[in-house]
Every structure is written in C-alpha cells, then in structure tokens.
C-alpha cells in the first residue's frame, strides 16, 4: 500500500498542527453557542475525530454519509444520501465536517439540505480546499490547506475506497489509476 504512493503531500505532523490550529479558532467563534458538529463519512471520519479532541467548548456531534465519487476520481455529479443525521438540526447552530471541497457539489448539496431543514446557522470546515477544480461557488469558513489540483489519498481520503488509513497525505502513482 505504502508503495503505492507517488509523493507525500502533508506528514502527520502538519496535519496535526493545522488541526489545532483550526480546533482553537472554532471554539473560540463557537463559545456559548452549542454547536452541532456534523461529519460527512466516510472521508472526514479521521479529521473529525482529531479536530473535535482540539475543541474546548461544549458541543454535539452526529454524522452524515453521503458519497458521489465511488470508483472514480472525478464526482459523478449525484450526491446521495446513504445514512441521514439521528438528530434535528433546527435552531441550532451546525458546523460540517469535510475532509475536502472539490467540486463543491457535496457541500452546496449539504448546505442546502440543513438550510431547509430551519438550521439556525451553517458553518462548513474542510481540511482540504482544492479551488481549481470548484463547479459552484462555495468558500469554507474555515479551511485547512489549499491544495493543487492533483487527486490526493490518506487521512480519511479513499481512492475506490482504499487508502484511508495511511496517516499522511499523497498522490498515488499513475498506474494505481489505470490497473
Ligand atoms: O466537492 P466534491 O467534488 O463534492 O468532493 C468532496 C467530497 O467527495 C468525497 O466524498 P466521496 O463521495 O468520495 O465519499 P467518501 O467520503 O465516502 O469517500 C469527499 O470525502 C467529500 O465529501
Ligand atoms: O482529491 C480527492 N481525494 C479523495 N477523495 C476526493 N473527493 C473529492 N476530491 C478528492
Ligand atoms: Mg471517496
């Protein structure tokens, strides 16, 4: 698996200094207000965990997961709903999770199904933005690294649903694409 890597983008160590980073910002802007803090599987799953251990104020979690990509590095433009939230999110004051905003399609979906829902507020945090390759215009209220259009695996980021759990972020070598 390891060898299938190209080119390391971001260790463990950067990660987890701009995760706190971005943990110390968001319970500041988020003192007294409760957050529900929502994780968009399976990608953000690793991101979450570690971002909301660097979260100083009370808050509450669900998830959500949804997925458009499946086997291919480009979304198929259907963003589908596999598991809702367990909880309401009305009048409340919601943070999403995502582990990358490409296209934007996945969030401006999510956006406007918590909007519609009667949220009080949605805030969106990605780990990783990647401008370039954006169909809507969509900017995150909190953002982790911009990043080049290339298709990049690890920390919770899948190509045809491997890769995950590689603790840093890379590129893989073109023929992992074309075997
Ligand atoms: O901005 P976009 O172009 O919509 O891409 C971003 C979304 O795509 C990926 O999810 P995916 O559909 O691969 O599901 P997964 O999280 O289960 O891998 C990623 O985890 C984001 O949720
Ligand atoms: O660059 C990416 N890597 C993994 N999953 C993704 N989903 C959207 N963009 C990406
Ligand atoms: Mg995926």
Avoid: W
């Amino acid at each position: 698996m390891f060898n299938d890597i190209q080119e390391v983008f971001y260790s463990e160590e950067q990660i987890q200094a701009k995760v706190q980073e971005l943990g110390t910002q968001i319970s500041k802007d988020f003192e007294g207000r409760n957050p529900l803090v929502i994780c968009v599987l399976k990608g953000a799953f690793i991101f979450m965990a570690d971002l909301v251990k660097q979260v100083t104020i009370p808050l509450e979690l669900d998830f959500m997961a949804v997925s458009s990509y499946g086997q291919s590095t480009k979304s198929s433009g259907v963003v589908k709903i596999i598991k809702d939230l367990d909880v309401s999110v009305e009048g409340r004051h919601v943070l999403i999770v995502e582990d990358i905003i490409d296209s934007g399609l996945t969030l401006s979906y999510l956006i406007d199904v918590l909007e519609r829902r009667s949220a009080q507020s949605v805030s969106v945090v990605t780990l990783f933005n990647k401008p370039a390759r954006r169909s809507v215009d969509l900017q995150p209220d909190y953002a982790g690294f911009e990043i080049p259009d290339a298709f990049i695996v690890g920390y919770g980021l899948d190509y045809a649903e491997k890769y995950r759990n590689l603790p840093y972020i890379g590129v893989l070598k073109p023929e992992i694409y074309s075997s």
